[in-house]
């Protein structure tokens, strides 16, 4: 009997500690910090930006002529009237990164220029009675342009803060052109004046280097080439003024002039993207 007794004891003291316990709170091993993953560089976002450069000619003869109507007479002239000068503006554009190697983008650019250049000519001339030669003198100004361009660019995963790309597309610009002509005869100077002063449009391509500094992923530095071809400037001119005064037919000329150039620009570039998504919080 004392056996059961103490038995029964035993099992139902088990049988209450084993209650107890399980009302005990549990306790869980302390969660493992886990850093959210490094930012990956991307290209992609919207950007803008300043850039200062130089221009220079790109080839290209103008070319020029006078006749007088009804008659033999007549006289030529040309040669290289390459511009050159200094530029500055600014650019605004948006990039998207495809893959972690290619990168498309568009940019328009706007920039103020010196870009200037003159030349003074003297044209043989042909009379079947006398000698005579055209005095020329060629003026052309380029103050402001600007360029719509599509990029394409390419970048090295082990590298991906360096982009090298291609560019192309639509540029215009204001063209200031000034031609003088003077036919010199003996005792005579017939003398016209013409002006171009309009907003040409053409063509540009080129390509460039754009590098984001380590730990400064908003910010890129670039060196650019284009060249840009706004097209010709025709001029007429009609010479109708004798110096002396002397009775004498006028003449009428024409002159042609490409406008062509080379520029190399270095600019800052900086990246806001309103479409990057929010960083992903480790939860526990």
């Given at each position: 009997m004392k056996k059961l007794t103490v038995a029964a004891g035993l099992t139902l003291a088990l049988v209450s500690g084993s209650a107890f316990a399980a009302d005990l709170p549990s306790r869980k091993a302390a969660p493992v910090y886990a850093p959210p993953p490094a930012p990956v560089f991307t290209w992609t976002g919207l950007y803008g930006g300043v850039n200062i450069g130089y221009g220079w000619g790109a080839g290209g003869d103008e070319r020029g002529s006078l006749v007088y109507p009804g008659s033999p007479t007549y006289?030529?002239?040309?040669?290289?009237?390459?511009?050159?000068?200094?530029l500055g503006g600014g650019q605004v554009g948006f990039n998207y990164q495809f893959s972690p190697w290619l990168v498309v983008g568009i940019e328009a650019d706007i920039q103020a220029a010196d870009l200037n250049s003159q030349r003074h000519y003297i044209g043989p001339g042909y009379d079947?009675?006398?000698?005579?030669?055209?005095?020329?003198?060629?003026?052309?100004?380029?103050?402001?342009?600007?360029?719509?361009?599509?990029?394409?660019?390419?970048t090295l995963p082990s590298m991906p803060s360096l982009l090298i790309y291609g560019t192309g597309g639509f540029a215009y610009g204001q063209v200031n052109h000034t031609l003088s002509v003077v036919d010199l005869g003996p005792g005579v100077a017939i003398a016209g004046r013409s002006n171009y002063f309009d907003t040409a449009s053409g063509w540009t391509a080129g390509g460039g280097v754009e590098w984001s500094p380590t730990g400064f992923p908003a910010w890129s530095l670039k060196v650019e080439y284009l060249y840009t071809d706004l097209g010709n400037t025709n001029l007429g001119v009609v010479g109708g003024l004798g110096l002396p005064v002397t009775p004498a037919a006028p003449f009428v000329g024409t002159h042609t002039s490409p406008t062509r150039f080379n520029t190399v620009r270095a600019g800052l570039n900086w990246h806001f993207n309103p479409f990057a998504t929010a960083p992903v919080l480790a939860s526990f």
């Open positions: 006289a030529v002239w040309g040669g290289n009237n390459d511009i050159n000068g200094v079947p009675v006398v000698s005579h030669a055209a005095a020329v003198n060629s003026a052309k100004y380029v103050d402001w342009f600007g360029t719509v361009r599509g990029r394409v660019g390419v």
